[in-house]
C-alpha cells in the first residue's frame, strides 16, 4: 500500500519539463518565460533602478578640491565656458543690422586705414593683387607637386574636397560684394570675374599647403606660407575682396579638408592592402618598394 502511493506523490511533486530538441530547449518555451518574468517586474522596480542611477550620478561626486583641479589642469575647456556665456549675452542683446544697411565686419572696421591707402593708390593695388596672384600660384604648384613628382595625393585630394564644398556653398547663398571692393586685373582669377565669397579659397588652399609641408617637416617653407597667408588675409580684407567670415572659415576648412583627405587615404590603402596584398595602390599612389 505505502509503495505505490509514494510513487504517485512522488511524481506529483515533480514539476513537467518543457520539450527539448536535440537536447536544446525551444526559443518559444524561452520567450514564454522571458515574457512572464518581465511582466512580473513592477513600476516601482523602474523607478527605483533610475533613483539609483541618479544617485550615482558623476557630478554628485565632485568636491571642491575637483573643481579647482579642472580649472587649474583645463584652462582652455573653462575659457570656452566663459566665453559661451559671455557671447550668449552678446547675442541676446545685439541689435540686428536692418536688411538695408551694409553687413557689420570687425575686419573692415580693423583694416580701415589699409583701405584708404590702396583706395588712394591703384598702381599699388594693383601691385598686391599680383604678388597675391603668384603666391596662388605656389600653393598650387606645391600641392600638384606632392601628388605628381612624390606620389602624395593627399594634398591634392584635400583640396578638390575644399573647392568642391566651397562651390555648393557659394552657390548656395550668393553673399553680395561687400561695399568698398577694390578690384584689380591682376588679382586671381585674372580679369576682374565673378567669383564665390564663402568661403576663402585664397586661405584654405594655403593652409593646406602648409599642412603637408609640416607632415613632411618642411618647417622654413611652411612658416613662409603662414607667413604670406597672413599677408594675404590682410590685404583680402583691405579691399573687400573677402568678409572676415569667408577669411575664417577659409582656414577651418584647410583643416577639416586635409583631415578628411587623410581619412580617405588612409582607408584606400587598407582597402589596396586586402585587395592586392599590397602590390599596387594604383595611380594615385606612389607603390612601395
Keep these: 500500500m505505502n509503495g505505490p502511493n509514494t510513487r504517485h506523490r512522488s511524481a ?15 526559443n518559444s518555451v524561452i520567450k514564454k518565460d522571458t515574457d512572464s518574468s518581465s511582466m512580473k517586474r513592477s513600476p516601482s522596480s523602474s523607478a527605483k533602478n533610475f533613483c539609483c542611477s541618479l544617485g550615482n550620478a558623476h557630478f554628485l561626486k565632485w568636491r571642491a578640491e575637483d ?67 603668384v603666391f596662388v600660384g605656389m600653393q598650387t604648384s606645391y600641392i600638384l607637386w606632392t601628388w605628381l613628382m612624390e606620389g602624395r595625393p593627399r594634398a591634392t585630394i584635400s ?40 568661403y576663402s579659397g585664397h586661405v584654405a588652399a594655403s593652409v593646406i599647403a602648409s599642412l603637408d609641408m609640416k607632415r613632411m617637416h618642411r618647417w622654413e617653407l611652411a612658416y613662409a606660407f603662414d607667413f604670406l597667408n597672413i599677408l594675404q588675409v590682410i590685404r583680402l580684407l583691405s579691399t573687400r575682396g573677402h568678409y572676415t567670415i569667408d577669411l575664417a572659415v577659409g582656414i577651418g576648412a584647410g ?22 596584398s599590397g602590390n599596387t595602390y594604383g595611380a594615385f599612389y606612389n607603390s612601395p618598394k
Design 67 to 133: 573643481l579647482w583641479g579642472v580649472a587649474l589642469h583645463h584652462p582652455l575647456p573653462c575659457a570656452f565656458a566663459a566665453s559661451l556665456l559671455f557671447f550668449m549675452v552678446v547675442e541676446y542683446t545685439l541689435r540686428m543690422i536692418p536688411p538695408t544697411a551694409p553687413p557689420f565686419d570687425l575686419g573692415f572696421i580693423a583694416t580701415a586705414t589699409l583701405h584708404q591707402l590702396l583706395e588712394s593708390r591703384p598702381a599699388l593695388n594693383t601691385i598686391l593683387a599680383g604678388l597675391n596672384t
Design 159 to 198: 583640396a578638390l574636397f575644399m573647392f568642391t564644398c566651397r562651390g555648393i556653398l557659394g552657390y548656395a547663398t550668393q553673399l553680395p560684394l561687400p561695399e568698398g571692393f577694390l578690384g584689380s586685373g591682376a588679382d586671381f582669377p585674372v580679369g576682374n570675374v565673378s567669383f564665390f565669397l564663402f
Design 255 to 276: 583643416i577639416l579638408f586635409d583631415s578628411l583627405a587623410g581619412k580617405y587615404e588612409d582607408s584606400k590603402k587598407r582597402e589596396a592592402l586586402l585587395v592586392t
Design 12 to 26: 506529483s511533486k515533480n514539476k513537467p519539463t518543457p520539450p527539448s530538441v536535440n537536447g536544446h530547449t525551444p
